[in-house]
């Protein structure tokens, strides 16, 4: 985890190392302590023994040691857990989801349709939910 001033806490969930990489650069630039699950099973253990202030979830998730799950799945344990922590959903697979959930605070493609990753979009969605 990123030393900050803030004392904001974000966790990124995503089975993908290069997305949890990418993502957690772009959320170190705003200035916040960043925690990463690369599945559900860990999220889980994660989101029970610390509180985080902001959830980045991908949509699918590949796990080992849980079937049928998806990163959606773990919303209710999010509020359950912690009522205020904000959500913010992305997918590469827009067919996956139409909206946003309503528990969640944000949705994003990771790479919309014809385009690329807005990584300057990302942060500021990210800083608007922080503030």
């Known amino acids: 985890m990123n030393n900050n001033a803030t004392g904001k806490q974000v966790l990124i969930v995503d089975d993908q190392e290069n997305w949890r990489t990418a993502l957690r650069?772009?959320?170190?630039?705003?200035?916040?302590?960043?925690?990463?699950?690369?599945?559900?099973?860990?999220?889980k253990r994660m989101l029970t023994s610390a509180r985080f202030d902001l959830v980045v979830l991908d949509v699918r998730l590949v796990d080992q040691d849980e079937f049928n799950v998806e990163g959606l799945d773990l919303l209710n344990l999010i509020h359950a857990a912690s009522p205020d922590t904000k959500t913010v959903i992305l997918t590469g697979y827009p067919e996956s989801i139409r909206t946003t959930p309503p528990d969640?605070?944000?949705?994003?493609?990771?790479?919309?349709?014809?385009?690329?990753?807005?990584s300057r979009a990302f942060k500021k969605r990210i800083k608007e939910l922080l503030a």
Do not use: C, W
């Open 104 to 118: 969640a605070d944000a949705f994003i493609f990771k790479v919309p349709q014809g385009t690329h990753f807005d």
């Open 25 to 43: 650069t772009l959320i170190e630039d705003a200035n916040v302590r960043v925690a990463e699950a690369s599945n559900f099973g860990e999220a």
